[in-house]
């Protein structure tokens, strides 16, 4: 009897102890899990719309976290609180004559950085004063699934340039994407790279007298324009001088890089950091409000979140908020060097 | 205690957004949305109107506000505005038009800070400023009010009719010009003439001007007999001009001080002078004006014919017959031919 007594008491320690450990680790697993949603269902039905439709559209323009307004609301109340905080599309294109590309004899230092902050943000604007120097540098002369993108700095590299920008967008389902197929048309140095001459795309790029073309066009009306190098992404900021209008915040609170020309021909390249402590991100009406800021007659916005990266002499001046560093990418925004070097 | 944790943590969350959706700029410019028609009336009467102006009272102008934005909802979007210095700009629209532009600062303050309106401008499409030309011996009123001598921009105005009676004959009738301005909506312009007859009023409003020229009109009575006056003036003056009649008898209808009285007696009057028989025909008058007591004009249109070697020539004659009462009565002092 004593014997069974003892047996019986082992059992029931042993079966105590798991049971401790399967508890604390249940709460340690649940508790956050459970804090969190509880954490995101406050912002969704808590006191603030405003942080409501914050957190909507910044969560859908990222690649791994969409899913998460899901959770909450039905898709007539995500394509709501989209419509509410959108910028109006352009109407038209570009008009070049606004336009005239300062003489190279008359041109101020050719490329300046200036540190650029809002309330919920810092980055960079890069300003470069000879507009034909800016080129699409691509990861590869054709593009293929079974060939994985660049970094910028690589593209950069490849086309033997100075500096550049992450340009436009690229399948990147989940975020997990390689950088391998852009989304939208690529045109680079005079050639159709990606997409068709029968499909309309939002078109940034260059034309041969260097002016940026921002507006949708089919590809061959792009090339008949005389459109060297392109880009597909958007929205488009400011067409000819006027900045589209912003409904709500326009956006979320993501990294941002865009692209935007001053009458005199300089281009601004603009990246603002994002997913940080020190920095969430900034709307679209943040980027409109610098473009117009630093005098663009055209602007528009190109792809962001954790692609966004400036480089200059080699090395990265934005903070990158991707923790495995700046992505593969398949275009990229490059700088080249001055033509006499 | 973690669940009461977490629900502190949650409850500091709801503190923190509500704190967040307080600062935002929508609770300063939600104030003075449609309905919400109240709000502006402090705005109006701050900039616009702090006292009431002598043409449209306070109730007048929030009337028009408020029909105003009855036209469309009123929606403000954010302005491209100046960034990272405290403030930001917005335009309130209704209907596609501007009707205002907020200037908001930034006041640091708790966690996220709130925002106030620093300034307005409206931009409110008011009707403006007017211009009212009238007899200066007539009662005008604007909305039911004498303008007061101060709105008077010019006097002594000549009427472009009487400018060429001769000046020592006597006070010839003049015109002043009143300028009213910030009116909200067009306003009524009464005239009484002299004789206490409403006068007509002429609007005019091209390209941004608006003005009111209030023109002196007669009364009927007196018109018929001034017509069958002038008609027998024009035919008389018509029969000279052939050498049908003589300067001594058309010189009896004319005032001998008047510039048409020397003009006519050295005019050369010798065209068609052969001729069997004259005829005035379709003789009309209009626009009988009675300026003052002692000044008048009306209008008279008729064909003057001419008949010579079994032919007909016909002259049609536009003219305005200007009058000066006299002792003797009223005599011609003008005769333009139009």
New interface residues.
Partial sequence: MKKQKLEHAGKSISERVWYRIFICFSTLLFVPCAALYCGLAVISYGPSPAARDLFVVSMLETSALKFLPRIFWGPDAIRAIVEANAVAPPEGVSDTELIQVTPPEDMEEEIIIEDVKGYTFRGKMMIVADPSRLMVGISHNSFSKELRGLTVSEIISRHGGVGGVNAGGFADENGKGDGSVPLGIVISEGALKWGKKSAVYDIIGFDKENRLIVGKMTGKQALDMGVRDAVSFGPVLILNGTPMEVKGFGGGLNPRTAIGQRADGAVLLLVIDGRQPNSLGGAMSDVIDLMAQYGAVNAANLDGGSSTVMYRDGELINVCCSLYGPRDIPTALVVRNKADE | M??VA?GA??GY??RI??E??YS?P?QVLSVYLAPAVEGWLPLLFTKEAATPGLFETPADKAGFIRELLSKDQLVY??S?????DGREIYLFKSGGETLATMTLQKILSGRFGHWEAANVELHLPIYGDLRVIAPTDALVRINGASPPESSVAEEGLPYPALSNLPPEIGAWPTQREYRISGLYKKPEVLAEGFDGNLLEVKWHEENGENWAAVSPTGAPPEEEKVREMALADAKLYSMYTSRDTTFAALSKRLLRQSHIYASLRNMETIFYTDHTRVAFADGQTSNFRKFSPSCMAIDVDYVYCVYRDKREYRFPTASTFIYWKTGKGWLIADIILR
């Fill in positions: 973690v669940f977490v943590g949650l969350l709801w957004l509500d967040y959706e935002l929508d979007q954010r491209k505005g100046k960034f990272g």
